[in-house]
């Protein structure tokens, strides 16, 4: 892997686990446009005014989001209209290096034993255990950029 891939790694762990500690405080019900309305006291009327949009355009919003089909940009103009800044962010569950090193040894495995298959029919035998080809294989498609 070259070494810009791994200094963005590097860079990638360290704000991703700064935003897994705070990932459960970022779920609000019924959704952030609603509940920063209430808590700042803004009317509906109010933020659809400041939002530069109908007053059924930000109810609408408020139901959307709460069904997880709201839009990024109405997201946006909603927390602009209460002064407020909208964060958007893909947090992997573990370090980029183990997601890497999953998905190569599961591509790995599917190669190794489709390889495995055409062997056992043509009556030919593998001697190396089956594990040790498959994590060779997996630092292979490592080394390549192939995991995926």
């Known amino acids: 892997m070259r070494s810009v891939d791994l ?10 686990a700064v935003l897994r500690k705070s990932i459960q405080q970022t779920q609000v019900r019924p ?8 808590v700042l006291g803004i009317k509906l009327a109010k933020l659809a005014k400041r939002a530069g949009v109908s007053l059924s355009t930000t109810a609408q919003a408020e139901r959307r989001e709460a069904q997880g089909r709201v839009t990024l940009d109405t997201l946006k103009k909603m927390a602009n209209a209460m002064e407020c800044d909208f964060a958007y962010a893909f947090v992997p569950r573990k370090k980029v290096k183990d997601i890497l090193k ?6 790995a495995r599917e190669i190794v034993l489709k390889a495995d298959t055409h062997m056992a029919l043509e009556d030919q035998k593998v ?8 994590e060779r294989v997996a630092s292979e498609l490592i080394q390549k950029g192939d995991v995926w």
């Open 102 to 107: 999953d998905r190569a040894t599961e591509k």
């Open 7 to 16: 200094i963005a790694q590097a860079q990638l762990d360290r704000r991703a």
């Open 31 to 38: 959704g952030w446009i609603h509940y920063m309305r209430h």
């Open 127 to 134: 001697s190396v255990a089956l594990r040790e080809r498959i």
